[in-house]
């Protein structure tokens, strides 16, 4: 059946400027006619937006630096069906516009939360590329979500492929889910070894392309763990239901095993485009042009068990989803303060494990908090995390 049999759908894409968001765009161009852009975002690679703008001519155009406006106006003073505003008001009043179907979110860490919240208060289908928010606040999104009658549709490729298999199969419970992990650049390495770990090796993905911050979290599994937390509410799973293999292909994207033992398995390239086309286009699959796998160019899939003595995050991560409340909400902030610090060169990789684990200890626990207690969850382990920063920074360079 052709595209065009059905209506177009309406975007709002935030962070339009990172990885997922100029992956969705080529999708996108890919559908002429079956998708339209109402609202772009980015928070500071302004020129870029500008680009984006004058190709996809949005209603809106948000820049999240302020201090970028007037940048930005300028560039696109001549387009003048497009309103250009600035900062996370603006951002969250974007996603609310009427004509908005679906809020792609793609921002990067804990920024993508209030948005989010705002979309789905709103009543906007959200095609969720930002599984911070789930870590963040999984129990809340997901009780929203139910409230408001609105869909979360995976984007991550992990996810995308556990959604893919559930497909049809609501009748039948699941005993587990299995994510897959490529295992990064550093499969293999001891503990020991991990402390010499540089960032430029860090950087070096062996099969995805991504962005600085989800590259490091990759390399340092703490990306599976946020996935793993992120999984558990996306799919309404017991913390003991969700598993974790490594598969250095990267070519099965997840499994999900049934009661009676059944494995089903979602497979394609390590391309993004395909689950970020998937949950645009959902519940139809669009026919499309991008590479196709054959099991002739790999006649290999390797799996194995994550070594959580050298890559600690995993367990970390674990550990912050059975203890519940905030705990999770600490670890991401601390994660995302200890991974610009190694991105500046200020802590080595092994350090910023142990600096979660310590803001996980340090930063007060709250078993059933509200949104209010979650943003003020993030700003206590921010500061917590960066104040520690400089007695590790001590440390890493002596």
């Not at 080529?26 to 937006?49: D, I, K, M, N």
Request: aromatic share 6%.
């Amino acid at each position: 059946m052709s595209d065009f049999a059905f209506s177009t759908t309406t975007i709002a894409l935030l962070g339009a400027t990172g990885s997922i968001g100029t992956q969705t765009l080529e999708v996108l161009r890919a559908h002429p006619g079956r998708f339209r852009v109402a609202v772009l975002t980015a928070q500071r690679q302004w020129e870029l937006l500008v680009q984006q703008a004058r190709e996809f001519r949005p209603a809106v155009v948000v820049i999240g630096d302020e201090s970028l406006l007037a940048n930005v106006r300028d560039a696109l003073a001549s387009q003048s069906e497009t309103s250009v505003q600035a900062g996370p008001a603006a951002l969250a009043e974007a996603v609310t516009r009427p004509e908005v179907d679906v809020v792609l979110t793609a921002l990067v860490g804990y920024a993508g939360l209030l948005p989010t919240v705002a979309a789905i208060r709103a009543g906007k289908t959200i095609a969720l590329a930002n599984k911070e928010t789930l870590v963040v606040a999984g129990q809340l999104i997901t009780d929203l979500a139910r409230q408001h009658s609105v869909r979360l549709l995976p984007v991550d490729s992990e996810h995308s492929a556990i959604f893919q298999c559930l497909v049809g199969e609501e009748q039948n419970p699941v005993e587990k889910i299995i994510l897959t992990a490529s295992g990064g650049p550093f499969r293999g390495r001891s503990a020991p070894e991990m402390e010499r770990v540089t960032k430029a090796q860090a950087l070096k993905h062996p099969n995805w392309d991504m962005g600085a911050k989800i590259t490091i979290d990759s390399a340092s599994l703490m990306n599976k763990g946020l996935e793993v937390i992120e999984a558990k509410w996306l799919f309404g799973l017991r913390d003991d239901q969700i598993d974790v293999v490594v598969h250095p292909q990267s070519i099965v994207h997840s499994l999900v095993q049934f009661e009676d033992g059944s494995l089903k398995a979602q497979l394609g390239l390590p391309d993004m485009k395909l689950p970020i086309q998937y949950a645009l286009g959902y519940p139809q699959r669009l026919a499309n042009q991008f590479p196709r796998f054959s099991f002739l160019d790999y006649p290999t899939l390797t799996f194995e068990a994550p070594d959580r003595v050298a890559f600690p995050n995993l367990e970390l991560a674990f550990g912050a989803m059975r203890r519940g409340g905030n705990a999770a909400c600490i670890l991401n902030a601390a994660n995302e303060i200890a991974v610009a610090a190694f991105l500046r060169e200020q802590i080595g990789f092994r350090q910023m494990s142990d600096l979660v684990a310590d803001c996980l200890a340090r930063v007060s626990y709250l078993a059933t908090p509200l949104l209010d207690d979650l943003v003020a969850t993030d700003a206590e382990a921010r500061r917590e995390a960066s104040g520690l920063i400089k007695n590790y920074e001590l440390k890493f360079k002596n």
